[in-house]
């Protein structure tokens, strides 16, 4: 098992081709660890894949197949990213949620048992705790998802934890805010700043679903990044949040004036299973892992809108 907070010699990376799993993969490749990517590239792209990784494209609701990648691989840590992500698409087929997301997690968890491997789970934050949570709103607050998604990973979590007490090794979790940066997606129905941005520098009005009045918890994929390092073999579960609550009107407002555009929104309900507001308390992850958030969201948002939009540009 890897000592806490490092790596070790090899890793898998599940979900890797993703937003979020393809920045861990640059930093652990950056750290000289070798990595081998698993994903089923569903909504991944095998381009996000830094060419030092190992792609192998499956689906990790397929036991006989993860097996044979991870056991070919025998990592000494598993970050375990891969998953059903989107919650508007859990309410429409809580099936294929709960396979990938529940029963992915135990697959992942039984071929760790296996190498002694530490697994770091990639949980939500903002669809665990409901609309009633304190805010800002610390692990201890009894989990109370509004949808399938936030179900899916609550139970994966259990597994996380059973496994943690009956195997003894110190798998994370991680409950995530709402995570905005470069490679996020602007064409699903997630990813507020990726879908703003593409919108702007398109000249297209956005829609704030909720009127622009639910806020969120925004950090910065390299600050994710940095947390998911920081939390192997450390064997808790922690938000890893930024604590400062945002309406999604004022992310808006940041991407127009970095766009420079002045386009009137579109207002819209809340969409099922979306939350009004969010904010999770990133203190216990500062106390037992030395982490925190560090880019400051307004300079976070104009960045990540440079980052896009020139990709943007090279595709079209
Ligand atoms: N983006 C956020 O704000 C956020 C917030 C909380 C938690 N998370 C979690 O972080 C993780 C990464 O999210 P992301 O934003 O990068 O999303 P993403 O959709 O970009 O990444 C998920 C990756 O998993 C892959 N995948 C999906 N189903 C799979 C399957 N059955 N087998 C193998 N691979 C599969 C996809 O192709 C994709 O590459 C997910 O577990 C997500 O639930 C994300």
Wanted: aromatic fraction near 6%.
């Amino acid at each position: 098992m890897p000592s806490s907070g490092r790596p070790g010699a090899s890793a898998v990376v599940t979900g890797g081709a993703g937003f979020i799993g393809s920045h861990v993969v640059d930093a652990l490749l950056a750290d000289g660890v070798s990595v081998v990517v698993v994903d089923d590239l569903s909504t991944g792209l095998a381009d996000n894949v830094a060419g030092e990784a190992e792609l192998q494209v499956l689906d990790l609701s397929r036991r006989a197949q993860l097996d044979r990648v991870i056991d070919a691989a025998k990592p000494s840590v598993i970050f375990h990213l891969g998953a059903q992500a989107s919650v508007v698409v859990s309410v429409e087929n809580p099936e294929r949620d709960c396979d990938v997301n529940v029963h992915g997690t135990l697959n992942v968890l039984e071929a760790a048992r296996r190498h002694g491997a530490a697994v770091v789970f990639t949980s939500t934050g903002g669809a665990m705790y409901g609309n009633d949570a304190l805010r800002p709103t610390t692990e201890d607050s009894i989990p109370a998802p509004q949808s399938p998604y936030g179900a899916s990973k609550w139970a994966a979590e259990a597994y996380v934890n059973t496994w943690r007490g009956s195997h003894r090794v110190e798998h994370s979790i991680c409950r995530l805010g709402n995570v905005y940066g470069p490679r996020q997606n602007p064409h699903g129905e997630a990813g507020v700043v990726a879908i703003f941005s593409h919108l702007l520098w398109r000249g297209e009005r956005p829609t704030l679903f909720g009127r622009g009045t639910p806020t969120r918890d925004y950090v910065h994929v390299d600050d994710v990044v940095h947390g998911l390092l920081a939390a192997v073999g450390s064997g808790g579960t922690f938000n890893v949040s930024t604590g400062v609550e945002t309406p999604v009107s004022r992310v808006l407002e940041v991407l127009q004036d970095e766009a420079g555009t002045a386009i009137e929104p579109g207002l819209a309900p809340l969409r099922p299973g979306e939350l009004e507001r969010s904010c999770l308390s990133p203190e216990r992850a500062h106390e037992a892992l030395g982490w925190r958030a560090e880019i400051h969201l307004e300079q976070g948002l104009r960045q990540t809108y440079r980052a896009l939009t020139a990709t943007f540009a090279a595709a079209d």
